[in-house]
């Protein structure tokens, strides 16, 4: 998976060549891609799940095949920069405004506060 500054991101598929080909564009970004995650297959999300950060300070959830959000989670009021995905179905967003969230079924349930 990859994101970028064309406002996409995109799921590659390895070959047996040593070379990837291109499985899926992900779109709805109105700016910058600035991170990228995959998250395993649930029991809510069969086919897994793909969660990008976008310079607009949202983050949006794509099925793998599906090139449109599925849903779009705010509470950054700036870019989001990082994604990390945690245990027990929660993941962690970092962004240019100081703090990072915890998510859970699609809800931030903690902001961490604290760096300048």
Same mark, same amino acid.
């Given at each position: 998976?990859?994101?970028?500054?064309?406002?996409?991101?995109?799921l590659w598929t390895p070959m047996d060549d040593n070379?990837? &080909?291109?499985?899926? !564009?992900?779109?709805? *970004?109105? =700016?910058?891609?600035?991170? /990228?995650?995959?998250?395993?297959?649930?029991?809510?999300?069969?086919?897994?799940?793909?969660?990008?950060?976008?310079?607009?300070?949202?983050?949006?959830?794509?099925?793998?095949?599906?090139?449109?959000?599925?849903?779009?989670?705010?509470?950054? &009021?700036?870019?989001? !920069?990082?994604?990390? *995905?945690? =245990?027990?179905?929660?993941? /962690?967003?970092?962004?240019?405004?100081?703090?990072?969230?915890v998510w859970f079924n699609r809800k931030c349930m903690?902001?961490?506060?604290?760096?300048?």
């Amino acid at each position: 998976i990859s994101a970028s500054r064309d406002k996409t991101a995109r799921l590659w598929t390895p070959m047996d060549d040593n070379t990837y &080909s291109l499985r899926k !564009t992900f779109k709805g *970004h109105p =700016k910058y891609v600035s991170c /990228i995650i995959s998250m395993a297959p649930t029991e809510e999300y069969p086919s897994g799940l793909i969660l990008t950060g976008g310079q607009d300070g949202k983050i949006r959830g794509y099925l793998p095949d599906v090139e449109e959000p599925l849903f779009l989670l705010e509470g950054h &009021s700036e870019n989001v !920069t990082s994604l990390y *995905h945690s =245990k027990f179905g929660t993941f /962690i967003s970092g962004s240019w405004d100081k703090t990072a969230k915890v998510w859970f079924n699609r809800k931030c349930m903690m902001t961490l506060t604290g760096h300048d």
